[in-house]
């Protein structure tokens, strides 16, 4: 099976800092991958590597090309959403149907009139009439009626109210998602995705820092919180994380047998949020 991204040793680096670090993941067809970090950890810089905004060291192929050389020919295949609006405040709904069918081969406007048929947005708009919520719903019909193989999702959601937010993960699933297709988000609201993301990659200072799936995170992961007379014990274990909240200790283990950790208080698998957390800070520490 062709990977969709391809990341071998991946660096780059703005004057002296390091916005990449050797960084290496594959991402598979039919996965929706979760690249999630704190602000300046690389995410973007990552993100416009794949898209071929810039250049940089290493070797890095999307959908079989090298996205700085061949982006005419990749962009065929590559949708992107950002949590900015791209499009003129001027233009009228219709007319972004119309300009975006004139400039791409595979984009439907029948689809994009479907989507749109579904919500409250008026053709004859302008974009700068329209509010955040409406003009992002404008961008997904848009990039949902062009038969991609990668759509690139970049904070999509940010601003918007947990109802707009809700009806845009529903709709990519159940309008655009399949087993042929790949996306890869970046967000920091993990709590609302970590139901739809097949696989996480956690970053840091330009490092990955975790590379895995959800499978294997409930596999691999427990969050232990401990009774307060074994927390010596579960010390002894080893956990790469610990914290304390409302006066009890909670641990994070990694590779632990999940019985042993059972009879030293409840343990369960970690959310994203409560992962990410302990992996950066463990790291950190």
């Known amino acids: 099976m062709t990977a969709m991204i391809e990341m071998r040793g991946v660096s780059k680096s703005f004057k002296q800092t390091k916005a990449l670090d050797n960084v290496s993941f594959t991402a598979q067809p039919g996965r929706i991958v979760g690249l999630i970090g704190p602000n300046g950890a690389g995410k973007t810089t990552a993100l416009r590597a794949i898209l071929g905004l810039t250049n940089y060291e290493g070797e890095l192929k999307v959908l079989g090309l090298d996205p700085y050389s061949e982006r005419d020919r990749l962009m065929q295949d590559v949708c992107f959403i950002a949590d900015v609006a791209v499009l003129p405040g001027w233009l009228r709904v219709h007319q972004a149907v119309r300009f975006v069918a004139g ?47 990668l759509l690139v999702l970049d904070e999509p959601t940010l601003g918007l109210d947990i109802i707009y937010r809700k009806q845009f993960y529903e709709t990519l699933l159940s309008d655009y998602f399949d087993h042929e297709r790949t996306i890869l988000l970046t967000t920091h609201q993990v709590e609302e995705v970590e139901n739809i993301l097949t696989d996480l990659l956690f970053i840091d200072r330009g490092r990955i820092v975790l590379d895995s799936s959800m499978e294997d995170v409930a596999a691999n992961f427990v969050q232990l919180t ?26 994070f283990f990694q590779n632990a047998t999940a019985d042993a950790l059972r009879r030293l208080g409840e343990a369960r698998t970690p959310s994203v949020a409560d992962l990410f957390v302990a992996k950066i800070k463990g790291a950190n520490a």
């Open 103 to 149: 400039v791409h081969p595979r984009f439907r406007p029948d689809r994009a009139e479907e989507f749109l048929s579904r919500t409250t947005i008026k053709r004859s708009s302008r974009v700068r009439e329209l509010s955040k919520g409406m003009i992002t719903q404008l961008h997904l019909a848009l990039v949902m009626a062009i038969d991609a193989r």
């Open 226 to 251: 401990v009774n307060p007379d074994h927390v010596t014990a579960a010390r002894e274990l080893k956990p790469f994380y610990e914290r304390e909240v409302f006066g009890r200790t909670v641990m």
